[in-house]
């Protein structure tokens, strides 16, 4: 029986599959790693992203929050309603508890009328 | 031609090994060489591209499992400096971050630095074209330009072109209320560290993340009520400097607390140096008059005053060669409360001359005059004590000579007189209802009332009528003290002051108003004394704030409708 001079034995030929495999597999797994790296990255820019758009936000409100401030100072108020609406600062004399007022208006309470029906 | 090596043909093994020489074999084995040299080339070549091969996957691997891809980051101080916002006791904004761009420029991105220049200071006409020219020529990589830009600012910035500009964001403390309660506030500097006021004081809080906000105990509408007379009566009695404090009695809160002339903390750099004086906490004076409810509870204490006895103030009193007088003199012997009514200061040095040196002393060290006042502030000064306690200092700091305090501290001792005897370190924190806090007790709760009623006479029959607002039944003490320069008192430089507390049945609140140097105005009839300028403000300021501290009159309703009836519907 002639044996080919350069034929290669079983064992090589396995151990020659089971390392193309596994670089398969190695190739394979980065391949997929590498996928699942990019889409974290992209998730990774979306926060970004999400987290400027909520610091703008936070910004947005902060601003807000200083204008309202800003329209609210009592000196700004004073101003405007002395301009626009003549009022002032009230006397003390003329400072009503609601027992008080409500006692001033018992009183303005009108009087059975008893003449009614009289000719 | 390269010899070669003898080799074992595997075809001759089964006839048992047997050996050709290669030369004998080269000329009809050029193929088999050939072929030879083919595979060694293969091998070569599969072994490179093997290499490359492992060298690529090496670094997909390192790329996709290790390595984190650099964030292109055109300003990298996006990251805001943290410091918290400062609200009053309600709620009500004071000051906050916001975030604005700050120019800077590479100068070595610079191609024409004159150009440049003369562009930026087009556009910014406040900066100095000397000074941007120095710093495009300089030799790094990174100058500021202008910092904290207006939006306005940034656009004409953008507008120019210039390659080497650029923004960072950075964030700036604002004071949305202006100049109301800056004393207290305080500010930062660019850097946001606190340099001032409860900025300072609360500095290391604020910068933590877990500080969202800092409630301070004053009270916005008070403290704008409070500066709002307070600036009324500067311009009014063309006072040099003029503070005022609304405290609560009960449990040390600072509700306001001003000083004049105040300044923006939006820009204190813009502002006169002296303006950024807290004078409320920081100025020491000879307040006069007001400290004589210290030595009205000292008679009381130590018991020198009989009951009934009059004081002889209306004759002559010397003390070491110097004649005490008063500015109201009495042809006749009086009580110990129209001592303080009628503002006896030969009553009232009678009385600590009576008690002696080591009972007064002892007292004001109760009532915290000795010391400076412990609130959270940095801004508390120290008093001014006499350097040498002889009896005429005795009698002189019985009226409020020869002793320098803060309005602040008066204000704190004045509150423990009226609040029980307690003393209570003041805040400027809000402290929750029911909590507990510093105090001790200083006087007796029977002195504390007696000062309470004595304090109301001096309103109701006294100096401090011009305090007296209908309904709130204040209570209070004038101060007139002339100024001690070069050496001597000043008949015409005053400083007036004025302890306002009400109302009457519970004490609650307490103002305090000072004038440095008042001058006497169209409706004071030529007297620029405390009762004319002092307690007039005092008297505003409680009429305006008492409303909204909840204080109800104790007015009649027939009074009311009477006073109505009478001013005829006016404001």
């Not at chain 1, 329209?71 to 003390?92: C, F, G, K, M």
């Not at chain 2, 000397?130 to 202008?146: M, R, S, T, Y």
């Not at chain 2, 005897?421 to 007790?441: A, D, N, S, V």
Request: aromatic share 8%; net charge neutral; proline share 5%.
């Amino acid at each position: 029986m002639s044996v080919h001079p350069y034929r290669r034995s079983t064992l090589g030929r396995i151990n020659r599959i089971g390392w193309a495999f596994l670089m398969l597999v190695g190739l394979a797994l980065i391949v997929v790693l590498f996928f699942i790296k990019t889409r974290a990255l992209e998730a990774r820019a979306e926060v970004r992203q999400l987290q400027r758009v909520l610091d703008a936000s936070q910004a947005s409100v902060k601003m807000l929050e200083v204008e309202i401030a800003h329209l609210e100072s009592p000196a700004r108020i004073r101003q405007l309603s002395e301009s626009y609406l003549d009022l002032h600062p009230v006397d003390a004399e003329r400072v009503l508890t609601m027992d008080e007022a409500a006692s001033s208006f018992a009183k303005e309470k009108p009087a059975p009328d008893n003449s009614a029906g009289e000719p | 031609m390269k010899k070669l090596k003898d080799i074992a043909l595997p075809e001759f093994e089964q006839n048992g090994p047997s050996f050709v020489t290669a030369s004998r074999l080269s000329a009809e084995d050029k193929e088999f060489v050939f072929i030879r040299q083919a595979r060694v080339r293969i091998i070569m070549g599969v072994c490179i591209f093997a290499l490359v091969l492992f060298l690529l996957i090496s670094r997909l691997a390192e790329i996709s499992m290790f390595r984190t891809p650099r964030v292109f980051t055109p300003m990298p101080s996006n990251v805001a400096k943290y410091r918290a916002d400062i609200v009053d006791r309600n709620g009500e904004l004071l000051a906050t971050n916001l975030d604005t761009y700050s120019l800077y420029a590479d100068p070595k991105e610079v191609w024409d630095a004159v150009a440049s220049t003369e562009a930026l200071t087009a556009a910014f006409p406040d900066l100095d074209a000397a000074i941007v020219e120095g710093l495009l020529n300089e030799d790094k990589q990174f100058v500021w330009i202008k910092r904290n830009l207006t939006p306005r600012e940034r656009q004409a910035a953008f507008a120019l072109g210039l390659p080497e500009l650029g923004f960072r964001i950075e964030p700036r403390r604002v004071y949305p209320r202006g100049r109301l309660a800056a004393h207290i506030l305080g500010h930062t500097d660019r850097d946001l560290i606190g340099i001032a006021g409860a900025e300072k004081a609360f500095d290391a809080e604020l910068r933590q993340v877990e500080t969202q906000v800092k409630y301070l105990s004053l009270d916005m509408r008070a403290q704008f009520i409070l500066e709002d007379e307070l600036r009324a009566g500067m311009e009014k009695y063309k006072a040099d400097a003029a503070s005022g404090i609304v405290l609560n009695v009960k449990n040390g809160e600072i509700l306001a607390l001003a000083s004049m002339p105040d300044y923006d903390a939006n820009q204190p750099g813009a502002e006169m140096p002296d303006n950024l004086l807290n004078r409320a906490s920081m100025q020491p004076y000879e307040l006069g008059s007001t400290f004589k409810p210290v030595t009205m509870a000292l008679a009381y204490e130590t018991g020198v005053v009989a009951k009934g006895e009059k004081l002889p103030v209306q004759n002559k009193l010397v003390v070491r060669k110097k004649s005490i007088r008063d500015d109201h003199p009495s042809p006749v012997a009086l009580g110990i409360w129209d001592v303080l009514a009628k503002s006896s200061n030969k009553g009232s040095a009678i009385i600590a001359l009576r008690a002696g040196r080591e009972k007064q002393e002892d007292l004001l060290g109760r009532l915290g005059l000795l010391s400076r006042v412990p609130f959270e502030l940095h801004e508390s000064a120290a008093p001014i004590l006499p350097q040498e306690w002889q009896n005429l200092t005795t009698a002189t700091i019985a009226y409020g000579h020869g002793i320098n305090v803060t309005p602040l501290a008066l204000s704190v001792a004045t509150a423990t007189l009226l609040n029980g005897g307690y003393y209570i370190e003041p805040t400027i924190l809000k402290r929750p209802e029911g909590g507990l806090y510093p105090k001790r007790r200083a006087v007796s709760p029977e002195i504390s009332r007696t000062i309470v009623d004595m304090m109301r006479y001096v309103v109701t029959d006294g100096t401090g009528g011009n305090a007296d607002i209908s309904g709130y039944e204040v209570m209070g003490k004038t101060g007139t003290a002339e100024k001690f320069i070069d050496g001597a008192y000043v008949t015409n430089r005053l400083v007036t002051s004025f302890s306002a507390a009400f109302p009457h049945r519970d004490p609650n609140y307490l103002v305090f108003i000072v004038y440095d140097e008042p001058k006497a105005a169209a409706d004071t009839y030529g007297f620029a004394g405390a009762g004319w300028n002092a307690a007039r403000t005092a008297g505003a300021v409680v009429e305006r704030i008492a409303p909204i501290l909840g204080v109800s009159r104790t007015t009649k309703l027939a009074e009311v409708e009477a006073k109505s009836a009478s001013i005829g519907g006016g404001r």
